[in-house]
């Protein structure tokens, strides 16, 4: 473990946040030998405390600080205090998400290029390419022991992906599989292999999902170069007199103020956290918030596409049982315009138990149709929709106007509205889906309105002109050479694959430019 550094320590690397980024982006540093803090809002908890209990595992890991939901989507109607399930502990939605590890897809880092402009989406390309980011995949798909990639196999079919996989090829699809996910499907790196728990949105009690908890981060304070301290909520970066980033502010565990000077900060607190920091963080100096001379700050909040669709046969199924994320279909992947949408979706099994199924499967509904659907459970499987949805300028991340946190600083309204070219993917989903469940004898299929948002993406982006975006190719941002982000909030759109494999390539790409410019003693 590293020793404690001095809050005075001006020459560390502060990063707030331990997901995939923070996390990440912690121990590629730590193992060039610079020294790094880690500000984490939530606490640690290992994963052999995870609890394998839905409601209980929520309370414990979530997010649950107050925040708003605002525009046309049905969340602001359904779930306006939680646009987002994400986690607030030490690993961060690392700890959540399910391990489905996907590359982005040559076109989807040039959409403006491949889709034209779309009417009403404010669509720019990447400043990179899938050549550029290449390489960093393959290191992360090491790093994060991803299966089907570098001879690991796939992991095993469960019940849900067997009725999903039938489904599927009598549909005539033909990227079928239990997909690349970050989950040992053998021993590797020290940690078991999956035992087909089913609760990996619960943190995987195994360790055999990877996560930034028992991997990066102890690998970090292995080297005596990372210190994570838990339970540190950032409020405020502050500057010099040059406007370069020199300390940051943060309420410990006992809700006292401390401030962490820093020779770089990186943000890495997720799409909604960070660019309220950002705004938050306002001075004379950047009177509109830090890294926003663009404006676009909190603009341009993508969250994919996603809906379910559930389905009841006349034998059990018991979709619970097994990886969560059990399988997946790429054929709708593709950039087809003549299905009526620009970009393309995954379709990928999902389970959720008992208790979230009555929580999510048609919010604010009860009633006979209703219950006969739980009556029938054990009957079902499942399925997610993820596609790429279009990045709006509306769709926003902004400051509340009245209501403040605990520390007296306004929090964050969620602010989205589907653009109609989201509209046309999801029915065309829910058609496809249907469709895929009819064919191998469902008695019922079940169109299943979005949960709360898990995949946060933009807020932050990634843009070769400054006024179009917030950072530039590296996660630097335009305004200030020695502030970067490091998370999901820097993507320039939002792809059709599940975003975490990409926010780890870029957390490694961004570690070797780091490196290489304090090397330079260019920041």
């Not at 606490?43 to 649950?64: C, K, M, V």
């Not at 107050?66 to 306006?80: E, I, M, N, Q, V």
């Amino acid at each position: 473990m590293a020793a404690p550094y001095d809050l005075n320590d001006d020459s560390v690397v502060v990063i707030i946040g331990s997901g995939a980024g923070g996390g990440t982006l912690g121990n590629e540093l730590a193992q060039k030998g610079i020294d790094v803090v880690i500000l984490e809002a939530g606490p640690r908890i290992e994963y052999q405390d995870f609890i394998n209990d839905e409601w209980d595992a929520f309370s414990q890991l979530s997010w649950l600080d107050p925040r708003t939901a605002s525009g046309g989507w049905r969340l602001a109607k359904d779930f306006p205090g939680l646009p987002a399930w994400i986690v607030k502990a030490v690993g961060g939605t690392t700890t959540h998400w399910a391990g489905a590890s996907l590359r982005f897809q040559e076109h989807e880092f040039k959409p403006r290029t491949h889709y034209s402009a779309v009417d009403g989406a404010n669509l720019i390309d990447w400043p990179i390419t899938l050549a550029d980011l290449a390489p960093y995949y393959a290191k992360a798909e090491d790093k994060m022991g991803v299966t089907r990639t570098n001879g690991i196999p796939g992991l095993p079919g469960n019940n849900n992906y067997k009725v999903f996989e039938a489904g599927a090829k009598k549909l005539g699809y033909k990227e079928v599989s239990t997909g690349r996910m970050a989950i040992n499907s053998e021993w590797r790196d020290d940690r078991m292999a999956c035992q087909q728990t089913g609760f990996c949105f619960q943190g995987c009690k195994w360790g055999a999902k990877w996560s930034t908890l028992y991997t990066e981060i102890p690998k970090g304070e292995a080297t005596g170069r990372l210190e994570v301290r838990p339970q540190s909520q950032v409020l405020k970066i502050e500057h010099d007199t040059d406007g370069k980033a020199s300390e940051v502010v943060y309420a410990d565990r006992d809700g006292d103020l401390q401030r962490q000077k820093a020779r770089i900060v990186c943000v890495a607190g997720n799409s909604i956290e960070s660019p309220r920091l950002l705004l938050n963080s306002a001075s004379n100096l950047f009177p509109d918030g830090l890294a926003n001379s663009s404006g676009q700050v909190g603009k341009n909040y993508m969250r994919h596409t996603t809906a379910s669709v559930y389905a009841i046969f006349d034998k059990p199924v018991r979709m619970w049982r097994g990886t969560t994320m059990a399988g997946i279909v790429q054929d709708e992947a593709r950039h087809d315009p003549s299905r009526g949408f620009v970009g393309g979706y995954e379709m990928e099994t999902l389970s959720l138990g008992l208790p979230f199924m009555a929580a999510f499967l048609n919010p604010g509904s009860w009633g006979r149709s209703f219950t006969t659907a739980l009556d029938h459970y054990e009957n079902m499987a499942g399925l997610w929709i993820v596609g790429e949805d279009m990045p709006q300028e509306q769709n926003a991340v902004k400051l509340h106007g009245e209501e403040k946190d605990e520390y007296g600083l306004p929090i964050p309204d969620v602010r989205f509205t589907d653009h109609p070219n989201d509209v046309a993917m999801r029915e065309h989903a829910f058609r496809q889906a249907s469709a895929l469940y009819d064919a191998v004898g469902a008695t019922r299929t079940m169109p299943t309105p979005p949960y709360p948002s898990t995949h946060n993406l933009g807020t932050n982006r990634m843009s070769e002109k400054p006024e179009e975006g917030v950072v530039n190719k590296w996660g630097q941002t335009h305004d200030i050479p020695n502030l970067f982000v490091s998370d999901g909030s820097q993507f320039t759109s939002g792809a059709a694959e599940n975003p975490t494999l990409t926010i780890v390539a870029l957390a490694v790409r961004q570690a070797e430019y780091i490196a290489d410019q304090m090397a330079k003693r260019e920041i």
